[in-house]
């Protein structure tokens, strides 16, 4: 699977931001995905994951509220709804994809470049 995110950019504290991973190369619809982001100088944070079929959803307790993660498979793509952004969501954000829904990244066998998200105060 070949992951590809978009949609970062910078945004003011408050803003709204829906980040897109594309993916390709397999049977996107069998693949559990997730978000994960990682800040300088930090390790790797678990974001959110959904089930291949969409009915589940798991979330990091910090960012429940805020973070909506969705799928579309007909469009073979991941979306992250962030809303009510703070200074400390500044991340590079990546997409993942394996069999199973895990908040490990070690779980995840695919992964995409990355896309920048800052937010300013």
């Known amino acids: 699977v070949q992951l590809v995110e978009s949609g970062g950019g910078l945004v003011q504290a408050g803003g709204s931001l829906r980040l897109s991973c594309a993916a390709s190369?397999?049977?996107?619809?069998?693949?559990?995905m997730a978000w994960f982001r990682q800040a300088p100088g930090k390790e790797r944070e678990f974001v959110a994951a959904?089930?291949?079929?969409?009915?589940?959803?798991v979330y990091a307790d910090s960012l429940k509220g805020r973070f909506t993660i969705s799928r579309d498979n007909a469009k073979n793509t991941l979306y992250l709804q962030m809303n009510s952004l703070k200074p400390e969501d500044t991340a590079v954000y990546y997409c993942?994809?394996?069999?199973?829904?895990?908040?490990?990244?070690?779980?995840?066998?695919?992964w995409g470049q990355g896309t920048q998200v800052t937010v300013s105060s």
């Open positions: 993942a994809a394996d069999r199973t829904v895990s908040n490990l990244a070690t779980a995840y066998n695919y």
């Open positions: 190369g397999r049977t996107f619809s069998n693949y559990a």
């Open positions: 959904i089930k291949w079929s969409g009915g589940q959803t």
